[in-house]
Every structure is written in structure tokens, then in C-alpha cells.
């Protein structure tokens, strides 16, 4: 239970996961997506190579640091990750 629920009467607009997002990806996307996830699971790496995996996603995504952060504060502000 999250603090916002104790309150009676208030509307909020606070994200409560991924699902929840208004924006959807191309079902094209969501699959290939689905297939790496699976794939980067199945192997069982360690965190130092998950880690490695994340940072070239970042890569090549283009964002420098400045943008990731701003990602990673709106991930936070909004609770949209799944665990």
C-alpha cells in the first residue's frame, strides 16, 4: 500500500507500473523485446554482465548521462518498474 492511498477523497495520476503508461510500443518492438529479455534471462549472467548488457543498450540508444538521469528520475518520480 503506497502513502497516496490513505488518503480519502484524492485523485491521483501517480504511475503504478509499466503496464500503466500511456504509451505503447510497436508490437513489432514488444516482441524482439520480449525475445532478448528471455535471452539475457536464460543465460544466467552475473551482475557485472547484466550490467554490461544495460550499458549497451544506453550506448546505443545515443543518450549521454544527462538524459539517462532524467530517465532514470522519472522511472523513480512516476514507480513504473515492476519490482
Known amino acids: 500500500m503506497k502513502l497516496v492511498d490513505l ?9 503504478e507500473s ?6 505503447t510500443l510497436p508490437a513489432q518492438v514488444e516482441r524482439f523485446l520480449d525475445r532478448l529479455i528471455d535471452q539475457i534471462k ?11 548488457v544495460i550499458a ?17 528520475q522519472k522511472i523513480k518520480k512516476n514507480d513504473i518498474l515492476k519490482k
Not at 18 to 23: E, G, L, P, T
Not at 56 to 64: E, H, M, N, R, T
Open 42 to 52: 536464460g543465460y544466467n549472467l552475473s551482475k557485472r554482465k547484466e550490467q554490461l
Open 7 to 15: 488518503v480519502p477523497g484524492k485523485q491521483t495520476n501517480i504511475k
Open 56 to 72: 549497451k543498450v544506453i550506448d546505443a540508444l545515443g543518450l549521454d548521462k544527462q538524459q539517462l538521469m532524467q530517465a532514470i
Open 18 to 23: 509499466i503496464d500503466d503508461m500511456d504509451v
